[in-house]
């Protein structure tokens, strides 16, 4: 263990995520400057080789070597430093007795999950001893959910200096993207369809727009969930389902639930995609559709996961990162019908170049946050972080946020 913590450690550093996050850590803050931290993962030799790929920026950079079903190996990494970042996943499969860990130990932690399934569970088994640790444990600091979740955030603040009350309907609309997805995304939403495939009762908790808030949350507001081809007259576009709406909204709710509703009681959030016209929104309806159709059933989730989608480990290319991007738009409207509209870009692709600079900003942003200041508990980005982690991705990440005219 070192004499001081690190700031922060990169558990599963050699996965597909990882490995973008680690180069991006090397070159951004190098190994012995302000920042101190490390590598973890359950293979040395592939750690090692990572490390080597790195260059001289971080000859000495520390790393620790610990298997995510080893109690004694996570120990020994989760004392050592100030915040876990992990993108060991699926998270349903090998991530729980690593929250376990943390939320007892006082320790913070960030993650990539996107698995509300596995989000409750957590909840469910660690908040009294994150309470009593002052652990602050804030998942989905990815793709999903920081752009959608600060994206609110920063709408909510603007709505309350412009018309001091609230956007209590606010819509999200991805207007452009462009990236691929990788083989651990893959897995973890295989993963969610046959866990909800195998338990009814997880079937039913998943269609309540509300399962990630509190349980005494007493939400009732109706929501609108993008499942077709539907036009929408404030965006004044056809919109098409957003694959990522799921866990996004269940994040944005749990937000303001935590925030003693602040976007209203009766706040009403969706999320849906930009298309070029009734056709391609069907036909995009039409592609997820079918694609949720197969996932869902075990032998055609078999055949997807042999033949179609990519294997763990896999992902898109660099040269596909670099490409990628994203424009998100929000539409908020008062109770009294003041309107005000957000964008959200994002250099690199969503899901991985992105991805990565955002969750290692997030674990930054949580290790420079007292504890005096935040108290511990199952956070969200908006809620444990909200404007420093605005600043940060501003000026670290290549994220813009801005208030737009249309
Ligand atoms: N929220 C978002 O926007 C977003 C974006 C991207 C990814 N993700 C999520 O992030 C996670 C990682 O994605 P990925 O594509 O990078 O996955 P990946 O390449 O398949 O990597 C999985 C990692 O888990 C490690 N691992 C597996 N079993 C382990 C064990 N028993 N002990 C320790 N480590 C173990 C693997 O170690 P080895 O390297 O030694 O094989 C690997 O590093 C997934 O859950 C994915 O859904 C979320």
């Excluded at 120990?75 to 996943?89: A, D, F, L, P, Y």
């Amino acid at each position: 263990m070192p004499d001081q913590p690190f700031d922060v450690t990169v558990f599963g550093a050699t996965s597909f995520v990882g490995q973008i996050l680690t180069r991006y850590m090397a070159e951004t803050y190098g190994h012995g400057g302000d920042v101190r931290w490390a590598i973890a993962g359950r293979s040395e030799a592939k750690l090692n080789e990572l490390k080597e790929s790195l260059g001289p920026t971080v000859v000495g950079l520390p790393v620790i070597v610990a298997d995510a079903a080893d109690e004694e190996a996570l120990t020994g990494m989760v004392k050592g430093t100030r915040v876990v970042i992990s993108t060991v996943g699926p998270y349903a499969l090998y991530g729980s007795l690593l929250v376990k860990l943390c939320a007892t130990l006082g320790t913070d932690y960030v993650d990539l999950t996107g698995e509300p399934q596995w989000i409750r569970r957590m909840i469910d088994a660690h908040e009294e001893d994150a309470l009593r640790s002052g652990a602050r444990i804030v998942h989905c600091c990815g793709f999903d959910s920081i752009p959608s979740d600060l994206g609110v955030h920063f709408l909510e603040a603007e709505a309350m200096k412009r018309f001091g009350a609230p956007c209590t309907t606010v819509k999200m609309g991805v207007k452009a993207m462009k990236g691929g997805a990788s083989g651990g995304t893959v897995a973890s939403m295989m993963n969610a369809m046959k866990e909800m495939g195998e338990n009814p009762d997880l079937k039913r908790e998943m269609k309540n727009p509300f399962s990630l808030c509190p349980r005494e949350h007493g939400f009732k507001a109706r929501q609108r969930n993008v499942q077709g081809a539907v036009f929408d007259k404030d965006f004044g576009r056809w919109l098409a389902p957003f694959v990522m709406a799921a866990i996004n909204t269940r994040v944005v709710h749990r937000s303001n639930a935590l925030r003693d509703k602040a976007y209203g009681k009766e706040f009403r959030y969706d999320e849906s995609v930009f298309t070029k016209g009734r056709w391609s929104a069907t036909g995009m309806t039409l592609g997820l559709g079918g694609f949720m159709v197969l996932a869902a059933m075990g032998p055609t989730r078999g055949l997807l996961e042999r033949f179609v989608v990519p294997k763990p480990g896999e992902g898109p290319s660099p040269e596909a990162q670099e490409k990628g991007f994203y424009d998100l738009r929000f539409y908020g409207e008062t109770d009294k019908g003041d309107i005000l509209r957000a964008k959200v870009t994002g250099d690199r692709d969503p899901g991985y170049g992105s991805t990565s600079k955002m969750l290692a900003q997030a674990g930054l942003a949580l290790a420079g946050l007292a504890k005096a200041d935040l108290a511990g508990g199952f956070w969200t980005p908006a809620t444990a972080m909200g404007d420093p982690l605005i600043d940060r991705l501003q000026k670290h990440a290549g994220l813009t946020f801005e208030i737009v005219e249309d």
